[in-house]
Every structure is written in structure tokens, then in C-alpha cells.
């Protein structure tokens, strides 16, 4: 399973060290993005890991999709990712007051939304 992280702040530091410590962290592979190549950069060398600052490319190789981004950022990311974003693959949100009906939206519908 390949789970990929959209924005590595607190909250998403926190899920990859939690994915890390779970019993089938062996068969997950946990892939992120920044904002910026030196964020992406300094992300990649603190947590030992796939790090990067293409959503899109991302989503498109990732069965679950985690949203950890500011609320003002949700849509924008959804959307530029939206074309990735089909059936088989989950997009599960830890936005502050981001809606599944808006998440559902900006996706475009064609995949599961949590």
C-alpha cells in the first residue's frame, strides 16, 4: 500500500511517525510533499524519506492520499490533483473545517473521500 502525505507541519510529521510505528508499517510506503524544494529537502533528510513538491505526481502513484494542509491551501492542492484522483484511490482530509461535500467537489468525484 502507498500512502502519500500532502504537507509535512505538525500534523503530518505526526502521521508519518504514527504509519511508522503501526504493525504493518513494513507494507506501507509513505511518500510527502512541501511546498518548497527546501522544505521537500530538509523534510527528506530529517524523516528519512520520499519527499517531494509535486502533488499530482504524488497522487497519481498513491492508493490513500492525506490532506495536511492550512484550510486557506485544501482546494487549490484538491483540484491540482483532482485528474489522479479516481476510483481505487482514497483522499482522507485532517483539515480544519474542510467538508467531504467540498472535498468531493474539488476532487471531482470519482474517488472515495474520508
Request: glycine residues 10%; positive net charge.
Amino acid at each position: 500500500m502507498k500512502i502519500g502525505i500532502v504537507g509535512l507541519g505538525k500534523m503530518g510529521e505526526a502521521l508519518v511517525e504514527g504509519l511508522r510505528r503501526s504493525k504493518e508499517h513494513a507494507s506501507v510506503k509513505i511518500q510527502a510533499t512541501t511546498r518548497s524544494r527546501e522544505s521537500a529537502q530538509d523534510a527528506a533528510d530529517r524523516l528519512k524519506m520520499s519527499c517531494g513538491i509535486d502533488n499530482a505526481a504524488m497522487a497519481k502513484v498513491c492508493d490513500f492520499i492525506i490532506l495536511s494542509v492550512k484550510p486557506y491551501q485544501a482546494e487549490q492542492v484538491v483540484r491540482g490533483m483532482s485528474k489522479h484522483l479516481g476510483s481505487g484511490k482514497t483522499l482522507v482530509s485532517v483539515c480544519a473545517a474542510i467538508t467531504t461535500a467540498q472535498l468531493e467537489k474539488w476532487s471531482g468525484g470519482k474517488c472515495a473521500v474520508i
